[in-house]
């Protein structure tokens, strides 16, 4: 009888151990929340990276706060993890990037996604100066995301 006992433990441990293998794999291999693209035509500063005029890939692994993004080249080079600062439960119909001049370089203040139902703001400062910028008439830039094919 011990015998048994002991390979039915060690078949209980077989699978135990299986499973966890096949549930770090599963979760290894989930979908990101979001995958977009985008086409920038000028140099953009998007945290502590500036992003030169290209096509780029965005990568978002889940909406759980912080929300971090991967962006890449379409070659696949990755350039930069951007974390957001906030999030809002909006997009207002838009994918795309929300570009401010800031001390004359265009910054990337926040993400709307629309697909998603929300905005992620990576630079706050804008929201302070929002009397400001509309009293001297600063443009807002924006560069559309899309879904990325999969």
Known sequence: MGNRKQAIATLLLGALLASLLFLGTA?????????????????????KTILQPGDYTLTIRSTGSPVIALIRTVDGNAVAHV????????GNGLNALLIKEKDGQRVVHSLALADLKMVLIYDPSPMKEKVKEASEGHVNHTVPVMWAKK
Do not use: N
């Open 27 to 47: 979760q290894a291999q989930e979908s990101p929340s979001y995958v977009g693209k985008f086409t920038l035509p000028y140099q953009v500063r998007w945290g």
């Open 83 to 90: 974390m957001s600062w906030a999030s809002s439960g909006s």
